[in-house]
């Protein structure tokens, strides 16, 4: 088994996936249309499988969402298994960060409670 080289978009990944303390498995959930589960699974593992670099970069974007939407909820956990839920709260978030750079405020709230039902508790 060929691990990722330290310096690849996939030990990026990795790395983020630690930091997040989010598996891969809930990940290629969350990033459903990005990447299938077998694909990244394989990227991940075997580095003569790498990415494609368009694709990287998406997992790499939604994986600074799903930063910013840990530390929106932080000290409490995000539930990453809860796949629907963040990928709605990730989505909900970024219509409100659109509606919020237009002056308008009307997302706000959704996003507000998409937000918390992602939390461990």
Do not use: H
Not at 20 to 38: E, K, N, P, Q, W
Request: proline fraction near 3%.
């Amino acid at each position: 088994m060929y691990m990722p080289a330290a310096l690849s978009v996939e030990k990026k990944i990795e790395n983020k996936l630690v930091e997040l303390d989010c598996a891969v498995s809930a990940f290629s959930d969350i990033a459903l249309g990005i990447c299938g589960r077998t694909r990244l699974v394989k990227a991940m593992s075997d580095s003569r499988f790498p990415l494609d670099r368009r694709v990287a970069d998406r997992l790499i974007e939604k994986l600074d969402q799903m930063s910013e939407l840990a530390a929106a909820v932080a000290p409490i956990p995000v539930d990453w298994s809860k796949g629907d839920a963040v990928r709605t709260a990730l989505s909900v978030r970024l219509a409100a960060q659109i509606d919020l750079e237009s002056g308008r405020t009307e997302l706000q709230s959704v996003a507000s409670w998409a937000t918390t039902k992602v939390k461990t508790i």
